[in-house]
């Protein structure tokens, strides 16, 4: 009997023990996450930055909307069918928002300050993180405008409805950034050598380029703001830009991680080329077209007419969709047709030329694999403002660039599509569902056929 | 004898027996029940003393009394008798059941059992047989329409699919709103992993709640806790309320073998109505009228074809004069069908042909003995199922054991041990994703296609043959697979083993002191894994999810338990403490880029590296508790209890809180000496309870993601974590009153409560442009307040024929008070396309679906622009609320002799649903209506006003010079707009009236069984869901907008038609 009691109250004891184990009542260290670090390296921080960068900046959310609006593109069903009749909705660009904030700019606003740790300060990533910076915020200003950046990023430390910067006050951020990124880039005390960089493998005087080819970009964006200014700017950038399609700033695909519009093709398929950009290649025999369009199931290279839902137009060719083909965050092309451009509104038509037809020759180059100059000389339309502006345009397809410049110029001119929901095809982007529900106060009230700062 | 069951060994634990040695006679006797059935533990006392003893197992009773005295016979139950000693020393009794059974005793938390009475807050309690009559396999489903104040969804058609349960209201804004659920003192894990796509509509599958492992036939008891003061002993897992069942166990001197068998059978009952008038085809929305063939010039002939590249069913009127080449004549491997026109009707096989009738299968047998000092039971169960979509099947088996023994007069051991296997096979996919085949049935599909020649979906090499060609020569599918090649080749299987069980023991170190020490354990491996076959019209990939749970509890409480002052007082008091540690694993992996080589299903088979997740978390939770009950003269009744968790979840300086409860209740009918009273109670309970968190959310850590080019990535993840985080609070009180009249032949119970949630541990979500998508901050305050009713009438009861009539009711109204400054929103999910959101909005009830809205004029006409068609609002607006505004049951039970039957009609008023398929089905002509009224060949004009329409920044709009709507439309251009135009057209109330239970029984008259050695033998019939009406959109059962037992409710995304069940059980007692 005793024995029994004894075993009972032995038991119920060390029942008790282990619920209440003295001293250490309850173990904090036991919520500490087994399978997330706290702090990672910056080398493994910039390839997901850059993937990013490819795949939402460039690829998915904003270049197919976009590019649908410059009939480079046409939306034949479903939301693609909406959007090409310019029904575009604060949640449609909600994704495209959330990526850019929390996956690109934040990220490289951690990168930054991580590379300018005391006593281990690494400028090299620092510059490589404020060229791409004011790559990112340089695409989100020409969509939407007035962004927020200066107060941005500060959530962690409760500011949770940043102000928005005016697009001038942003455009000068991004040339200040790019203009700090150089001697970065050049600085000759580094703790970290830079790794883990997918875009230029660590080759800082390729990233010095792009940084120079960026600012060009944007100073000619501001044509219609700066007159002349832009473009002498510009020119001034572009000398220390790419000097071949060796410098092309590109963000690759591959198998586990394949090109946005591939995927998109594969998933939704709601998109088939334009018969604006399909027409002008084929009216010139222009050798970009079976790459940058499929033959459909008839073997023909056909572009679907706005409005026409013609689901039996080619799709995106392997150039636009290819599973690894690169995306394009800025390119050598680019920079000579901003540079042509700029000397043939200065009036330098001898240099406007030459840029024009090096422009052309990169794009054909770089598309085609091969040279194309016995087709340059003949088939080169002749250099127009219009024509540096379409060839231009055709070698933009699948970036932002070509919307950015229809703003500006008005060219190539496009129709508005039958049963568009606008009256003109829209200027800008929607701010997204989530600003206006988080943040209301500051953001302000647009239409999507407002205009940005720099196209009034 | 459950209820008596469970009633004896609360006696036999709370009484303590005192003899009084005295010079009297010894008086002996059997007392019986109304059926002459010996009843043991009945309280035998003499009248004025404290003398008495109980019954033993055969009604035995021996007592000392004197001539003069009178013995009190009582039993809970059983209305108590009183027997004067006479000269003879024999005196047997029989007592008489209290139908009314007041003193019904029920479980409370931590398991402790409570006389009903005495409880300060509402209580409900159903038998086993209650939840088992119409036989449902999941046992949780069997609750709906039963008790008021639990509200329970469940798409029926989804074999072994999850269950939505709220308790009196959603309290939490994104944890998850769930019970728990507690099986003899094991809390069980009731986790649902329906991925997020899945619940929201966007495709996946439901792999059901892990709740479903309980076996409905094991439950001798289920009480639902709803309020706060129920559940405030349990702690913080119990927030949304707990459901404590209880399983059978043997009973005293009596061996039994229960033998179950039954077969049910289950067809459809609410499935979207498809137009039969014209096929396949993309059609001109330009137009009005019908469009025509294509056409084909093959070897020369030229044929008219149907258009199989589109995925719509615009195309021509059905004709069986017109000669067409259909899907299947263009494969010369079918010489047969190939190049072999047929003509253009509407199909013999349609897709109702497709599925099945579900078939399911219940066996069990239960073994149960006891002994004077030992009890056991084991049962063994299993149910096999086939669902109506075709190749699908669920099996469960359960082995249940438990045992309990006296090793001595003082000390007790008992434990309990269950393992289930929960097998699924080719559980179908939903939603809007490829392998659902509800998204070619309803949302892109065409119409004459033939279910029984589609069976042929093979060619000779094995490449898929599908009705959705790319083109004539070309067979590659489209959009759609064939859905014979998506049931045979890209099933999914899943497998959960689980254990759980208890083991503890019992020591009295005297008679009014004692200790129990428990250890309850939890474990189970779930497995999941889904595939694409290459040759689909995705790219293949294989899936696999292993998921391992962990939860272990110990658990050690001192009691004491003593009447004073003659027995008028009563004092039920202990203290305790738990310590319980979970722990959870998960390997998830995914192959990316393809297969290797086609029909191996190895994450190692992965073109692209595969995409793994691996995840593992660990939680703590010491508590301490107690409480103290004092009853006075079975009149007065007080509860007071306290509990203090310290959780690992929580910053340190935060992580320990109390809550406390009181709760009492007033017998007035002791009272109030009326005739027509015969029962009155009023109840009143006050509770706080303080709820921790998931782990993981203090501090910032960095996410992995596929390599890129071979390196690393990581980022930030777009949720900001909160290092100051501190514990949830919800103050609730309650109020009730129950009264009984003319015998207790009518009663009812209302209860009133109050609760709020407040500093709810939420994700919020922020402006991305702070660097993050969400914060997790203490925001957020919910409150719900609602009314439950419970009536019983008993119209008639007599020797032969009852009858009863139960109805509950329970209403409640909830609403978001606050979240963070500045934050009057957070979006809980994105339902599939066009932005549509599922939201807590301050000011609103929780689970607001967002989108776009008619544009009304001042009389609620619906405005109609140039186009002809409904103008949409520029901005979102609140469309309506998921929960409902009340809801009802109705049971109304009969026997005759030895006849039941029983029939419950449950209902919901308000909520609200979007479905996707209402979208799509409209887009693409395969809905009824879109050919409805010659709408195709004349026309649609839609009702509304035509105007002027202004729209202020702010979304406000004025609308003047209004006219009657005349402009004529295409019909498919109608029909698109359901997809182009605003968001409320697909926006339904989720009202609904059901018959959910229908049960005939009857039982075998016992003299026929005689000495067969046979106990009893019942057979049944019984149907569930047999009816359904009331519904705002007849093509859908409100209750298949659920894609899991989470937050995410009202997305129909593509989902499988609502079932009715019907089918015969037999059970034999041996």
Not at chain 2, 126 to 138: I, K, M
Not at chain 2, 901 to 920: A, C, P
Request: with cysteine; glycine share 10%; hydrophobic share 35%.
């Amino acid at each position: 009997m005793n024995k029994i009691k004894g075993l009972a109250l032995a038991l119920f004891a060390m029942l008790i023990s282990l619920t209440s184990c003295e001293g250490e009542w309850i173990d904090s260290e036991l919520n500490i996450d087994p399978d997330a670090p706290s702090d990672v390296p910056m080398n493994l921080l910039l390839p997901g930055i850059q993937q990013s960068m490819g795949y939402n900046l460039m690829g998915n959310n904003s270049v197919r909307t976009n590019n649908i609006w410059m009939q480079i593109f046409d939306g034949v069903s479903r939301q693609s069918f909406t959007e090409a009749r310019y029904q575009l909705t604060p949640a449609d660009v909600n994704n495209l928002w959330i990526n850019t904030y929390t996956e690109m700019m934040m990220n490289t606003t951690i990168l930054v300050q991580k590379s300018r740790m005391e006593g281990s300060e690494s400028p090299h990533y620092t510059g490589i993180g404020q060229v791409m910076q004011a790559t990112t915020l340089g695409i989100t200003t020409d969509l939407f405008g007035d962004v927020p950046f200066s107060d941005a990023f500060e959530g962690s430390r409760g500011n949770l409805t940043p102000v928005y910067d005016e697009q001038q006050k942003v455009y000068d951020t991004i040339f200040t950034l790019l203009d700090n990124a150089v001697p970065n880039l050049n600085s000759s005390e580094n703790t970290f050598a830079v790794s883990g960089d997918v875009i230029y493998g660590g080759n800082l005087a390729k990233w010095e380029k792009a940084a120079n080819s960026i600012k060009a970009r944007h100073y000619l964006q501001l044509s219609n703001v700066l007159g002349n200014e832009a473009y002498t700017k510009a020119l001034a950038a572009a000398q220390d830009g790419f000097e071949s399609n060796a410098d092309d700033y590109l963000v690759p695909f591959e198998d586990s991680n394949r090109n946005p519009i591939f995927q998109f093709m594969e998933q939704r398929g709601d998109i088939r080329m334009g018969a604006t950009l399909v027409d002008l290649l084929v009216s010139n025999d222009d050798p970009r077209l079976e790459f940058y369009v499929e033959a459909n199931g008839d073997g023909e290279f056909v572009g679907s007419e706005i409005g026409s839902q013609n689901e039996s137009a080619s799709a995106p060719g392997p150039a636009i969709a290819g599973t690894d083909q690169a995306v394009k965050l800025m390119t050598y092309s680019e920079l000579k047709f901003i540079e042509a451009e700029a000397h043939f509104r200065l009036g330098q038509t001898t240099e406007a030329q030459a840029a024009y037809e090096a422009a052309v020759a990169a794009s054909l180059l770089r598309v085609t694999g091969e040279d194309q100059s016995d087709w340059i000389a003949s088939n080169l339309p002749g250099m127009t403002l219009e024509s540096i502006l379409t060839q231009k345009y055709i070698d933009g397809v699948g970036t932002n660039q070509p919307y950015a410049d229809w703003r500006r110029t008005g060219l190539p001119s496009l129709e508005l599509a039958p049963g568009a929901v606008t009256s003109s095809i829209p200027t800008r982007f929607p701010y997204a569902q989530n600003e206006l529900d988080y943040n209301r106060a500051n953001v302000p009230t647009v239409t999507i056929t407002d205009k940005v700062w720099w196209d009034q | 004898m459950k209820t008596r069951f469970s009633s004896i060994l609360t006696l036999l634990l709370a009484f303590v027996v005192q003899v009084t040695f005295a010079q009297q006679q010894t008086v002996s006797g059997t007392v019986t029940d109304d059926d002459g059935l010996p009843l043991p533990g009945v309280n035998v006392i003499v009248k004025g003393t404290s003398t008495g003893v109980q019954t033993d197992f055969d009604g035995n009773y021996s007592i000392e009394a004197a001539q003069t005295d009178v013995l009190v016979f009582s039993f809970i139950g059983m209305k108590t008798a009183e027997y004067p000693v006479s000269s003879t020393n024999i005196v047997d009794v029989v007592l008489e059941t209290d139908t009314a059974q007041l003193d019904e005793v029920v479980v409370t938390a931590l398991g402790i059992t409570r006389e009903k009475k005495s409880l300060g807050y509402a209580s409900q309690q159903l038998d086993g047989e209650e939840l088992t009559r119409s036989r449902n396999s999941n046992a949780l489903n069997s609750l709906s329409g039963q008790v008021a104040g639990v509200q329970i969804t469940n798409n029926s058609g989804q074999l072994g699919g999850s269950t939505r349960i709220v308790l009196r209201g959603v309290g939490s804004i994104t944890q998850g709103n769930k019970p728990l659920i507690v099986v003899d003192g094991i809390p069980l894990d009731n986790s649902n992993y329906n991925s997020n796509s899945a619940q929201t509509g966007s495709g996946g599958y439901d792999f059901g709640d892990t709740g479903f492992d309980i076996n409905p036939d094991d439950i001798a008891s289920m009480n639902v806790l709803k309020g706060g003061a129920a559940a405030a002993l349990y702690g913080n897992r119990a927030n949304n309320g707990a459901i404590i069942i209880t399983t059978k166990s043997g009973k005293k001197g009596k061996a039994e073998i229960t033998v179950n068998s039954g077969v049910s059978f289950e067809s459809i009952n609410i499935i979207p109505q498809v137009q039969k008038l014209y096929g396949g085809g993309g059609g001109d929305n330009s137009t009005i009228g019908q469009s025509t063939f294509d056409q084909a010039t093959i070897d020369g002939t030229t044929y008219n074809i149907v258009q199989y590249g589109v995925d719509e069913s615009w195309g021509p009127r059905y004709d069986p004069n017109a000669q067409v080449l259909h899907w299947d004549a263009f494969d010369p491997e079918f010489p047969d069908q190939y190049l072999n026109p047929r003509p253009w009707v509407y199909p013999e096989n349609d897709k109702e042909d497709f599925f099945d009738t579900g078939v399911s299968v219940n066996n069990g047998v239960a073994f149960s003995l006891g002994s004077e000092k030992s009890t056991m039971r084991l049962s063994l169960n299993n149910t096999q199922s086939k669902g109506i979509v075709p190749q699908s099947e669920l099996d469960k088996t359960s082995l249940n054991f438990n045992g309990k023994t006296e090793l001595s007069d003082r000390l007790s051991v008992d434990a309990g041990i269950n393992l289930t296997v929960t097998d699924g096979y080719n559980r179908p996919a939903f939603g809007y994703s490829g392998n659902s085949v509800i998204l070619q049935f309803f949302q892109f599909g065409q119409t004459q296609l033939d279910y029984e020649r589609l069976k042929d979906y093979k060619l000779p090499d094995g490449t898929q043959r599908t009705w959705n060609r790319i083109s004539v020569e070309n067979g590659t599918p489209r959009y759609t697979d064939n859905p014979y090649w998506i049931i045979n080749e890209n099933y999914a299987e899943d497998k959960r083993t689980r254990w759980f069980g208890n083991v503890g023991a019992k020591y009295d170190f005297t008679d009014n002191f004692y200790a129990t020490a428990k250890m309850y354990v939890d474990q189970y491996d779930f497995r999941v894994a889904t595939r694409i076959a290459e040759g689909s019209q995705s790219q293949s990939q294989y899936y696999e999810a292993d998921r391992d749970f962990t939860e272990i509890n110990y658990e050690a409480i001192l009691h004491y338990d003593k009447s004073f002052f003659d027995d008028k007082l009563d004092l039920n008091a202990f203290a305790g403490g738990n310590k319980r540690d979970t722990k959870f694993r998960a390997l998830i992996g995914q192959t990316q880029g393809g297969l290797v080589v086609p029909n191996i299903y190895n994450l190692n088979n992965s073109v692209a590296n595969p995409l793994i997740d691996d995840y593992d978390e660990n939680k703590q939770i010491e508590s301490v508790f107690g409480s103290a009950s004092f009853g006075y003269d079975d009149m007065l009744y007080l509860t007071v209890t306290g509990r203090n968790d310290w959780s690992s979840t929580l910053p340190e300086g935060n992580n320990s809180f109390f809550y406390p409860s009181i709760n009492g209740s007033f017998v007035f009918s002791q009272v109030l000496d009326a005739d027509w009273l015969s029962f009155g109670k009023v109840r009143g309970g006050y509770a706080e309870v303080g709820s921790d968190t998931d782990p993981y959310q203090l501090r910032n850590t960095y996410n992995s993601r596929v390599p890129f080019f071979g390196s690393i990535r990581y980022n930030q993840p777009d949720q900001n974590n909160n290092p100051n985080l501190k514990p949830e609070r919800k103050n609730t009180w309650e109020v009730g009153l129950e009264m009984g009249f003319l015998k207790n032949r009518l009663r009812f119970d209302v209860t009133y409560y109050d609760e709020i949630t407040e500093d709810l541990i939420t994700p919020v979500q922020v402006d991305p442009s702070t660097g993050y998508n969400s914060t997790v901050a203490n925001a957020g305050k919910l409150s719900n307040k609602g009314i439950e009713a419970l009536v019983n009438i008993s119209p008639i009861r007599t020797d032969d024929f009852d009858w009863n009539i139960t109805w509950n009711f329970a209403k409640n109204e909830n609403e978001l008070l606050e979240l963070l400054p500045g934050v009057n929103s957070l979006e809980l999910a994105r339902f599939p396309f066009n932005g549509v959101t599922l939201n807590a909005i301050v000011g609103q009830p929780y689970g607001v679906i967002r989108g776009t809205n008619y544009v009304f004029d001042d009389s609620g006409n619906r405005v109609v622009g140039d186009n002809g068609l409904y103008l949409e609002t520029p901005n979102v607006e609140n469309l309506g609320s998921v929960l409902p505004d009340y809801n009802m049951g109705f049971r109304n039970s009969f026997r005759y002799k030895n006849f039941d039957l029983g029939f419950l009609i449950d209902m919901q008023k308000g909520g609200v649903y979007r479905s996707l398929t209402n979208i799509w089905g409209h887009y693409s002509g395969i809905l009824e209506s879109t050919a409805a009224n010659n709408i195709r060949e004349d026309g649609v004009v839609v009702s509304g006003v035509t105007g002027d329409v202004s729209f202020n920044d702010d979304g406000t709009y004025t609308v003047t010079n209004t006219a009657e709507n005349t402009t004529v439309v295409p019909a498919q251009r109608w029909g698109q707009d359901f997809f182009f135009g605003n968001d409320n057209q697909n926006v339904f109330a989720a009202d609904y009236w059901k018959l959910r239970e229908v049960t005939f029984g009857y039982t075998l008259p016992q003299e026929w069984l005689g000495k067969t050695g046979v106990n009893s033998v019942r057979f049944s019939a019984f149907g569930r869901n047999l009816l359904v009406w009331g519904l705002d959109n007849d093509n859908f059962d409100p209750e298949v907008a659920t894609g899991g037992s989470g937050n995410i409710q009202g997305s129909e995304g593509g989902s499988l038609p609502s079932t009715r069940t019907y089918g015969l059980n037999v059970e034999i007692k041996l």
